[in-house]
């Protein structure tokens, strides 16, 4: 079976065929469901999840209780490729985002592969560094930017990572992705959806027009989009 139609998931497709031989026999097919916490911080990460649909959110929580959504992991990726590289403790809490389904695999079968081949570890290395790029550049956009432009931001990274316009978020789920109050989002949403950006009702969102939301965005959209591209799809 060829790369392009062994896995919908971009790290399994983008692994070189012995490479794919060292997990092939160990992957199996999970459901995400929505809201599922995959992982709480400081607990040991015991699997990776490779999406096929759906995204998964890297979450930081706060004291005060407080959750802020640090990085975003989808199908053309994997989440697990720190505790597969380092340590297995985890940094952050990981929620089912946008349900769906994924591939899943004992990260110790991960850390094998990486120590038997080289192009699997830089791989994998390169989809880490990828979501390093994704968080720094988050970090900025929520310090830095207003509201309306992260929201859009969150929106059009969901749309991609999850390959539909069509889009089932609540408003604490938006409020933990761009770091703002829950009734902030309820106002930004009412102000995309005035421009036509986005049809908004009771949690369903829809992207009606992709340009006009890439306009109000913040160039951290395409920012992280070229980090992925120069990453994760060398030429």
Same mark, same amino acid.
């Given at each position: 079976m060829d790369s392009a139609t062994r896995s919908p998931n971009g790290f399994l497709s983008a692994l070189a065929a012995d490479d794919f031989e060292l997990v092939r026999p160990y992957l199996r097919t999970v459901d995400l469901t929505q809201e599922t916490v995959l992982v709480e911080v400081d607990e040991a990460l015991k699997r990776a999840y490779l999406p096929h649909k759906g995204v998964i959110s890297l979450v930081v929580k706060l004291a005060k209780g407080e959750s802020v959504q640090i990085a975003m992991i989808g199908r053309d990726s994997i989440f697990g490729t720190f505790s597969a590289l380092g340590d297995p403790t985890a940094l952050n809490s990981a929620v089912v985002l946008v349900p769906g389904i994924a591939s899943t695999l004992d990260i110790d079968r991960v850390r094998s592969a990486a120590e038997q081949s080289a192009t699997f570890r830089a791989t994998l290395v390169r989809h880490g560094l990828a979501v390093?790029?994704?968080?720094?550049?988050?970090?900025?956009?929520?310090?830095?930017?207003?509201?309306?432009? %992260?929201?859009? %931001?969150c929106l059009l990274h969901t749309r991609d990572l999850s390959g539909s316009n069509n889009l089932v978020l609540t408003q604490e789920s938006m409020a933990q992705m761009i770091g703002a109050r829950r009734n902030s989002v309820s106002l930004v949403a009412n102000t995309l959806q005035q421009a036509k950006f986005?049809?908004?009702? %009771?949690?369903?969102?829809?992207?009606?027009?992709?340009?006009?939301?890439?306009?109000?965005?913040?160039?951290?959209?395409?920012?992280?989009?070229?980090?992925?591209? %120069?990453?994760?799809?060398?030429h």
């Open positions: 390093y790029a994704q968080i720094q550049q988050t970090a900025g956009c929520n310090a830095a930017h207003t509201v309306e432009s %992260r929201l859009a %931001r986005i049809h908004y009702s %009771r949690g369903h969102i829809e992207i009606t027009d992709f340009d006009g939301l890439s306009k109000t965005s913040c160039e951290c959209y395409a920012t992280v989009k070229a980090h992925y591209e %120069r990453l994760i799809h060398p």
